[in-house]
């Protein structure tokens, strides 16, 4: 009677489990207005370079830029960067602790055995003894334990979900280094270009401020010009000449840098990168897409959606403890005086049922847990918005200083070719004997200024490029047609089933 009732109560706990529910609220993707257009475009312009409306495709936005050493750097710190290893790292944890997580859908087994040796006190009720009282006795077990919490209220499958949405959140992560890096690498690598550049400038400027500091001591030996205009031709070499160290280091610096994203020690690179070569220069046209693309491109963004779906599930584990957990225990196993008859049929023992538990008075700690994720899930919530707002903003900014940029340039430009020709007509004048030496030198200074800005503005113009491919989200492939929240089912994939060491080899995403 007693195995019929114990039969039937678990019969009954496991009809509970196939039609159990869920508590807690059901996650729903955040919902955030997003402009018809980016506001930036520069429609109409006459610009070398043109931001247009058109579909948008940046998985490898470097290859617009046609330098083929930029490219390969890329590859190879996609290969061996350190951050991009770390990204991998904590993917692996985030899939192991789904793991973790995901064991509780599933009965807990346990092997056990034991011996016991051990004499019952004579004053004792001999009901109640479990050796007996003379020399003593002996006692062998050995079987299976095993135990089962039936997820009537959605416990597990909430925990689950948010280990889920943890792992997509860590996906993010790695992408979102991927962007990360591939904008560090291009900046610096146009910076290295920038700074090689103005050397450039600056040892012409340097030669051109000897030439005439020669012109001016030939001069003066031959009584048509003063020892000032030696001396001023002096300082203003010895001026442009202090400019040099300073952008040789930033060379360096440069490479030093280079070096280190990709995994390597500083000078790794000093042979590859020494010889010079032109900045990198912009694409004619760059399609920006429309805004609404950003929540699907971002990476940023699809995080902070990932972390919302945790967070939402989190109040629902929260909100289970509210209700009663049901376990199913059960044993079988040997027990005996003796170890010959341990596993003989008569030494047999076994005991199936279910148990439950359910607090009554906590003084209010799972309601205020609740409210604690509750909390949370607003500030995931917030979190999003802010995260959408941001990427709308960078956009609108990388787009208003690329326009402004290709402006400052073309300005640069017609001041350099005017000063060019200011210079060539104050040597003339001064040969001349029209204009004293002064006129030479701050046309020299105003022509080097020109030239200098000239070459940082072209290194800017390509810098801001890459600023919006990184902010546009460039960088990384998404899945074809799926938003963030569907990445859900590549995130459960089985712990035992580590994410591959380059992000070439995942199947979640990978560099463009």
């Known amino acids: 009677m007693k195995h019929a009732i114990t039969l039937s109560l678990t019969a009954g706990l496991a009809a509970l489990w196939v039609g159990g529910c869920k508590v807690g609220p059901e996650y729903q993707q955040p919902q955030t207005s997003a402009p018809a257009a980016f506001h930036g475009l520069d429609h109409g312009s006459e610009a070398p370079s043109r931001l247009v409306p058109g579909q948008v495709s940046i998985d490898r936005w470097w290859t617009s830029l046609n330098d083929p050493t930029l490219e390969s750097l890329l590859e190879r710190s996609v290969a061996a960067n350190l951050d991009l290893r770390l990204a991998h790292a904590r993917l692996r944890e985030a899939r192991a602790q789904r793991g973790v997580v995901a064991a509780d859908e599933l009965p807990s087994v346990n092997a056990q055995a034991g011996y016991e040796r051990g004499r019952s006190s004579e004053n004792t009720q001999r009901g109640f003894q479990t050796f007996e009282p003379s020399e003593g006795s002996d006692l062998y077990r050995v079987g299976f334990d095993a135990s089962w919490e039936i997820d009537l209220f959605g416990r597990v499958a909430r925990s689950v979900e948010a280990a889920d949405a943890d792992v997509a959140a860590a996906i993010e992560d790695r992408n979102d280094v991927l962007v990360s890096l591939a904008a560090e690498v291009a900046r610096t690598y146009v910076e290295l270009r920038g700074f090689q550049r103005r050397v450039a400038v600056t040892e012409f400027a340097v030669q051109t401020e000897r030439d005439s500091l020669d012109l001016v001591e030939a001069r003066n030996r031959a009584g048509l010009a003063t020892e000032l205009d030696v001396a001023q031709a002096q300082s203003q070499l010895a001026t442009r000449s202090s400019q040099l160290p300073p952008l040789r280091a930033g060379i360096k610096r440069s490479i030093h840098r280079l070096s280190i994203l990709m995994g390597q020690e500083p000078g790794t690179l000093l042979e590859e990168l020494t010889p010079v070569a032109a900045i990198p220069t912009v694409p004619p046209e760059i399609a920006v897409g429309v805004p609404a693309e950003l929540l699907r491109r971002r990476p940023d963004i699809r995080r902070a959606e990932r972390q919302v779906a945790g967070a939402t599930a989190r109040v629902g584990v929260a909100t289970a403890d509210l209700y009663p957990r049901f376990t199913l225990l059960g044993f079988f196993g040997f027990e005996s005086d003796h170890i010959g008859d341990l596993i003989d049929s008569n030494s047999r023992r076994w005991s ?158 990978r560099p463009g």
């Open 352 to 509: 199936i049922g279910p148990s439950m538990s359910w607090p009554i008075f906590d003084g209010g700690r799972v309601r205020s847990t609740i409210n604690v994720r509750n909390a949370q899930l607003d500030q995931s919530l917030f979190t999003y918005e802010k995260a959408v707002l941001n990427a709308y903003e960078e956009v609108e900014n990388s787009m208003v200083s690329f326009i402004q940029e290709q402006a400052r340039r073309a300005a640069l430009a017609a001041a350099a070719e005017s000063s060019d020709r200011a210079v060539a007509l104050a040597r003339e004048r001064y040969q001349s004997g029209l204009v004293d030496f002064l006129n030479v030198l701050d046309s020299q200074r105003l022509l080097y200024q020109a030239q200098d800005q000239l070459a940082l503005s072209e290194q800017s113009v390509t810098v801001e490029v890459i600023a919006l491919y990184k902010a546009l989200g460039g960088g990384w492939e998404p899945p074809p047609d799926a938003p963030a929240q569907q990445d859900a089912a590549s995130a459960s994939a089985p712990a035992d089933q580590p994410p591959a060491d380059s992000p070439a080899e995942s199947n979640e995403a």
